[in-house]
């Protein structure tokens, strides 16, 4: 069974870093692209970063560039979401999500979801 596990979600304040992280087991990690998605209240889910299954490429919102970087730790089937700078806009539940390749593809190749860690950031 496929089970993404997220954590490093919580409160904070504008201006301050968090660094988010997802566990992955029963798939073998390196053999996929990996990225994160984010779902404010009363809004649609949306794109935040990917990452090729070696590492070597990234993609990133253009609300994000610069503010957040994704990494992977192949050894440790763990992907990260390093968050600086926080804004109050970012208060979401925040997904990572497997893609079907191991190529960074369209949106519409990610076709696994974790349940989410919330993130609140406040003024």
């Known amino acids: 069974e496929v089970q993404l596990v997220e954590s490093g979600g919580g409160s904070v304040q504008t201006g301050d870093s968090l660094r988010l992280s997802c566990i992955i087991s029963?798939?073998?990690?390196?053999?996929?692209?990996w990225g994160w998605f984010r779902q404010a209240p009363g809004k649609e889910r949306e794109f935040v970063a990917a990452?090729?299954?070696?590492?070597?490429?990234?993609d990133y919102a253009d609300s994000v560039k610069d503010r957040f970087e994704i990494s992977r730790d192949n050894t440790k089937s763990t992907l990260n979401l390093q968050m600086n700078n926080l804004q109050p806009e970012v208060t979401a539940v925040y997904h990572c999500?497997?893609?079907?390749?191991?190529?960074?593809?369209?949106?519409?190749?990610?076709?696994?979801w974790g349940q989410g860690t919330q993130v609140f950031a406040s003024a």
């Open positions: 029963g798939i073998t990690f390196d053999n996929y692209a």
């Open positions: 999500a497997k893609q079907k390749y191991r190529y960074i593809g369209g949106l519409a190749n990610f076709d696994f």
């Open positions: 990452i090729s299954w070696t590492g070597n490429a990234r």
